[in-house]
C-alpha cells in the first residue's frame, strides 16, 4: 500500500494514477498504519518537491509551458515531477510518459496551436517515448484530412461498469450488481430520448457516435 499527500488540493487522484504506472498497489490519500511507502508532494514557490519515504527524489520547476498557465500548470508539473521521481527511483520509463487521462494527440494537437514543437515537448517535457510520439503525429495527420460536417456534433455514451479495476486506469468505473446495470440503462434511455429531442430542435446532426466507460462489454447483452 502506498500513501500519497500534497498540499496542493484536487490533484491527489492524479498522482495516484502516477504511482499506478510504476507499482502494482493500493493507492491511499492519507497515511495508515500498514502503509508501505508514503510519497509527498510539496509544492514550495515554483518549485514541486518529491519524496519518498523522507527521501527527496525530486526538485521540479514550475515552468510555462506554451499557453499552459494556472491550475492546470500546477497539476501538470506536480504530475511531471512526480513522474521523474519514480523513473529516478525505478530505473523505468513508460511508453507514454506522465500521460494519463489524456489523449495524446489532442494534447500534441494543443502544443502545436501553441506554436512550439509538439513531439519534442512530448518526449523532452512529458516522458512520452520516441515511437508514441511519432504514431501520435502519424494519427494526428490522418485526423486533419478529415472533414467534419457544419452544424454536427459527436455523441458519447458512458457505461460506467466493469467487470474488475485494473490498477493503471483512471477512468470511471465500478463493479455493480445486474440491477443496477439495469436502472442506469432505463436512465440512460431517458436521457438519449431528452437529448435526440434538443439536437433536433437545433438542427444539428450526429456524425459520430463513442460508447465508453468503464467496460460497455460488462453489460448483459440483453440490456
Partial sequence: MIAVITNVTGIENELGEIIRLFYHDQVVYEERVETDHVVR??????????WMDDALLVEYPETPIGEITGKRLVKYTAKLGLYWALVKKTGREQPWGSLTGVRPVKMLAQLMEMGLPGERVLQETFGVSQCRAALSRMIL????DMAVPEHSIGVYLGI?????????????????????????????????????????????????????????TSLNPAL
Fill in 141 to 144: 495527420a490522418v485526423q486533419e
Fill in 41 to 50: 508532494h510539496l509544492r514550495e514557490g515554483q518549485y514541486h518537491r518529491i
Fill in 160 to 216: 460506467p461498469f466493469c467487470v474488475s479495476r485494473c490498477n493503471y486506469c483512471s477512468f470511471p468505473g465500478v463493479i455493480a450488481k445486474e440491477s443496477v446495470h439495469e436502472a442506469y440503462v432505463d436512465a440512460m434511455i431517458l436521457e438519449m430520448e431528452a437529448a435526440a429531442e434538443a439536437i433536433q430542435e437545433r438542427g444539428l446532426a450526429v456524425n459520430s457516435l463513442y460508447i465508453g466507460g468503464g467496460t460497455p
